[in-house]
């Protein structure tokens, strides 16, 4: 498996960088409708049935203690870590 999983997500693109995460569920906590563990217990995400405001995937990814979470505007500007 690739050491990044991107996705795009209301707009904005999600990088996880499975190396460096460290499974602590900050993520998961700040968007369960979001982020899941897969089998490795990594973050990853979850199959989106709904839109998810843009704040609350920043919140999400910027709680992470280990920074393994990306975030990026439509524009590619890099906004989380």
Do not use: H, W
């Amino acid at each position: 498996m690739s050491r990044f999983v991107e996705r795009k997500v209301s707009g904005l693109t999600v990088k996880i960088e499975r190396g460096s995460c460290i499974a602590s569920a900050n993520c998961i906590n700040a968007a369960p409708d979001v982020f899941e563990f897969d089998d490795d217990r990594i973050y990853a995400f979850k199959d989106l049935k709904d839109a998810i405001e843009n704040e609350k995937i920043i919140e999400a990814c910027s709680v992470c203690p280990v920074n393994a979470l990306y975030v990026f505007e439509e524009n590619g500007k890099q906004i989380i870590p």
